[in-house]
């Protein structure tokens, strides 16, 4: 089974609307971190966005935040008022376990976001 | 400050050649990985350093692949008789790895191309 699931391949959005790209992640861990990166085409990660699984609130940093429905498995994150510089490659990703040393990061196969003028 | 900077950019290369990437963590940062990311795919898990400690080899996809740190800074990742199906974009990050969710800050990649 995927660990990681984003079933949406690509998304095009107007300018200046709210968008949701979809994640759902599979793990038995009960203790897991959940990320967003974001890959312009020039391809370097940029990070975005961290939930932890024992993190009551939703995470937010400016325009993005983190949907996290826990009992569904889902860590959805939103983008408020799209600009064209969003366009890019979005992925989901999850480390599991809360051993130290346990660090490697899994992904989803990511979301392709364009934004139209 | 410096982020994650890696070497070559692009790297074309025959196959059965053997290849080195490097990558340059920032400054202080004490884990290093490095993720495969093959055309329109998402990023691989390859291997993992946190300080002294014996690296976490468990993503490496055959014998032919190995990576180096040396001094707690710089990595090396060794493609032995390169393959053609070993041509991806090879990243690398690096986190302090102060607690158990450090963010990971990534380099620019090494393109690889294996013809």
């Known amino acids: 089974a995927q660990k990681i699931t984003q079933t949406q391949p690509g998304m095009f959005v107007q300018e200046k609307e709210a968008v949701t790209l979809d994640c759902t992640y599979d793990?038995?861990?009960?203790?897991?971190?959940l990320f967003w990166y974001k890959q312009p085409s020039s391809g370097e990660m940029i990070f975005l966005i961290y939930?932890?699984?024992?993190?009551?609130q939703n995470a937010t940093e400016g325009r993005y935040s983190l949907n996290f429905q826990k009992a569904r498995k889902s860590a959805n994150l939103v983008i408020s008022a799209s600009q064209l510089g969003d366009s890019a490659m979005y992925f989901c990703?999850?480390?599991?376990?809360?051993?130290?040393?346990?660090?490697?990061?899994?992904f989803g196969t990511g979301t392709r976001l364009t934004i139209i003028p | 400050g410096a982020g994650v900077s890696q070497s070559p950019s692009n790297k074309v290369t025959e196959k059965g050649k053997d290849v080195e990437l490097r990558c340059d963590p920032i400054?202080?940062?004490?884990?290093l990985y490095w993720y495969r990311q093959s055309l329109g795919q998402g990023l691989e898990f390859l291997i993992y350093?946190?300080?002294?400690?014996?690296?976490?080899k468990s993503g490496l996809p055959s014998d032919r692949f190995s990576a180096e740190r040396t001094g707690g800074s710089v990595s090396t990742l060794t493609i032995q008789r390169t393959q053609q199906e070993d041509s991806a974009v090879y990243l690398c990050?690096?986190?302090?790895?102060?607690?158990?969710?450090?963010?990971?800050?990534f380099g620019p990649g090494t393109r690889l191309l294996v013809l």
């Open positions: 350093f946190q300080g002294n400690s014996a690296p976490d």
């Open positions: 990703a999850m480390r599991e376990g809360s051993n130290f040393g346990n660090e490697k990061l899994t």
């Open positions: 990050a690096s986190s302090l790895a102060r607690g158990h969710w450090e963010t990971q800050y």
């Open positions: 939930q932890g699984s024992y993190d009551e």
């Open positions: 793990t038995s861990d009960q203790s897991y971190g």
């Open positions: 400054s202080g940062h004490t884990a």
